[in-house]
């Protein structure tokens, strides 16, 4: 769904006027974009979290990458000389796992 389409979803559904509506579709798709958009903010806060903070001295390298070959995506977390890597077969897979245990830690 590009960004326009999103857009003009976005000011149908909060339109004053009330002869304006969307139909069950457009609602489906407005939602379904909404839903990606949270999942997308949600990851970029567990990787924020990853990489701690320099004002509390938790800072640490967090490196992002895919495998070619498995197709796989891989979090590594470094601090000094450990590190620590994590995979999933999805992006997000892959940085719930680094959250999951950099979070216990």
């Known amino acids: 769904m590009n960004k326009e389409r999103i857009g003009r979803l976005i000011l149908t559904a909060t339109s004053p006027d009330t002869n304006v509506r969307l139909t069950h579709e457009e ?4 939602g ?4 990606q958009l ?3 903010a949600a990851a970029f ?8 903070y320099v004002q ?3 800072e640490q390298t967090v490196m992002l ?4 070959a498995t197709r796989d995506y891989f979090v590594q977390c470094v601090v000094g000389k450990k590190s620590e ?3 999933g077969d999805t992006l ?3 940085i719930d796992k680094a959250h999951l245990k950099e979070k216990q830690e």
């Not at 609602?27 to 407005?30: A, D, M």
């Not at 379904?32 to 839903?35: D, E, I, K, L």
């Open 92 to 94: 997000f897979a892959a």
């Open 56 to 58: 509390n001295s938790s």
């Open 45 to 52: 806060d567990k990787l924020r979290e990853c990489m701690g």
């Open 27 to 30: 609602g489906v798709e407005l």
């Open 32 to 35: 379904n974009a909404c839903c």
């Open 65 to 68: 990458f895919q495998d070619d």
């Open 38 to 40: 949270l999942e997308k």
């Open 85 to 87: 890597t994590y995979f």
